[in-house]
């Protein structure tokens, strides 16, 4: 049987990376848009 510590160590690093991973996403959109508006002009 599973220590809960352990359980609730899991979960946060699958929280952090689930977090750190949607932070990487809005950064790459952002600066795919900023390159787009860039190439428009």
Do not use: G
């Not at 359980?7 to 990487?24: F, G, P, R």
């Amino acid at each position: 049987q599973h220590c809960p510590q352990a359980l609730v160590a899991q979960e946060l690093l699958v929280v952090k990376m689930k977090v750190s991973w949607k932070i990487n996403r809005l950064k790459e959109e952002k600066v795919d848009r900023l390159v787009r508006e860039k190439i428009d002009q």
